[in-house]
């Protein structure tokens, strides 16, 4: 089984940064396309950004331009560099890994979501 553990999540005012990590282990590493997930109080998981496994990144509109994703296969490690932080993006933030795609997307069962990492922008 693929484990994933995420970390640094945080409270930062509008306009700061904050960078996500996301463990992987358990897996081929670069047989997974993974990416950022968040779920905003009272609203459904939505994808943020993507990495397949041949390097192609995918962006959510609402993060383009502001949030970086990126892997180091030597540390089997996904981040999401996010900077210009909104309030809009507060929302718990989820780290997936798949070797079920979809555009990229990494497909995910709901038993399989990880704890998360909270963002908070005020």
């Known amino acids: 089984d693929v484990q994933l553990v995420e970390s640094g999540g945080g409270s930062v005012q509008a306009g700061g940064s904050l960078k996500l990590e996301c463990v992987v282990s358990?897996?081929?590493?670069?047989?997974?396309?993974m990416g950022w997930f968040r779920q905003k109080p009272e609203q459904e998981r939505e994808g943020v950004a993507a990495?397949?496994?041949?390097?192609?990144?995918t962006y959510v509109d609402a993060v383009k331009g502001r949030f970086t994703i990126s892997k180091d296969s030597s540390k089997n490690t996904l981040y999401l560099q996010m900077d210009s932080l909104k309030p809009e993006d507060t929302a718990m933030y989820y780290c997936?890994?798949?070797?079920?795609?979809?555009?990229?997307?990494?497909?995910?069962?709901?038993?399989?979501w990880r704890q998360g990492t909270q963002v908070t922008v005020s």
């Open positions: 990495i397949d496994h041949d390097g192609t990144i």
């Open positions: 358990g897996a081929t590493y670069n047989a997974y396309c």
């Open positions: 997936a890994a798949s070797t079920l795609c979809s555009g990229g997307w990494p497909i995910v069962g709901d038993s399989e």
